[in-house]
Antibody, heavy 118, light 108 residues
Framework: EVQLVESGGGLVQPGGSLRLSCAASGFTFSSYWMHWVRQAPGKGLVWVSRIDSDGSSTSYADSVKGRFTTSRDNAKNTLYLQMSSLRVEDTAVYYC???????????WGQGTLVTVSS | DIQMTQSPSSLSASVGDRVTITCRASQSISTYLNWYQQKPGKAPKVLIYAASSLQSGVPSRFSGSGSGTDFTLTIRSLQPEDFATYYCQQSYTTSLYTFGQGTKLEIK
């Protein structure tokens, strides 16, 4: 069974940093592209970042470019999102997502809440 | 950047109704269009991929169509468990994916 379990969310002050992790199991993690998608309270889904299967290529939404870094450790079956210079508008549930058939977000974690507030 | 616009933003319908949600892309995306369902407090779930392919395990009352810039999600004979928010998503550009703003389907 495919499982994606996020951790690392919490309350952080504006300007602060936080690292999210996503532990993957039930599939060959190193064969799949992965994404982070976020959802602000009561709002819609917003794609945040993508990383290819070996970590050699990443892409980011304009709103996080230069502040967020996505990485992965295929030996540990873990995806990361390093977030810095956090803003109030980064407050959201962050989902770890598998890219199945290309571009199809076929498995999602349960999400981890990041709250940026003073 | 490719913008995705869904309509309507919200919709009231009854059990047994046939419902159609539309999604328009700001430029042609061929059939690189997926549909997701999200229930409150839960992660989204893929329903339709590549515009018209039904994801495994999804009931056949869900169907998708379209290509280029205009797409539709149709739910034939609404069931109580179908009341949720639906999102379209383009995967034409692998460096920048975008979702529609969502359509909330409510019970009339």
């Amino acid at each position: 069974e495919v499982q994606l379990v996020e951790s690392g969310g919490g309350l952080v002050q504006p300007g602060g940093s936080l690292r999210l992790s996503c532990a993957a199991s039930g599939f060959t993690f190193s064969s799949y592209w992965m994404h982070w998608v976020r959802q602000a309270p009561g709002k819609g889904l917003v794609w945040v970042s993508r990383i290819d299967s070996d970590g050699s290529s990443t892409s980011y939404a304009d709103s996080v470019k230069g502040r967020f870094t996505t990485s992965r450790d295929n030996a540990k079956n873990t995806l990361y999102l390093q977030m810095s210079s956090l803003r109030v508008e980064d407050t959201a549930v962050y989902y770890c997502v598998r890219d199945g058939p290309p571009g199809v977000f076929d498995y999602w974690g349960q999400g981890t809440l990041v709250t940026v507030s003073s | 950047d490719i913008q995705m616009t869904q309509s309507p933003s919200s919709l009231s319908a009854s059990v047994g109704d046939r419902v159609t949600i539309t999604c328009r892309a700001s430029q042609s995306i061929s059939t690189y269009l997926n549909w997701y369902q999200q229930k409150p407090g839960k992660a989204p779930k893929v329903l339709i991929y590549a515009a018209s392919s039904l994801q495994s395990g999804v009931p056949s009352r869900f169907s998708g169509s379209g290509s280029g810039t205009d797409f539709t999600l149709t739910i034939r004979s609404l069931q109580p468990e179908d009341f949720a928010t639906y999102y379209c998503q383009q995967s034409y550009t692998t460096s920048l994916y975008t979702f529609g703003q969502g359509t909330k389907l409510e019970i009339k």
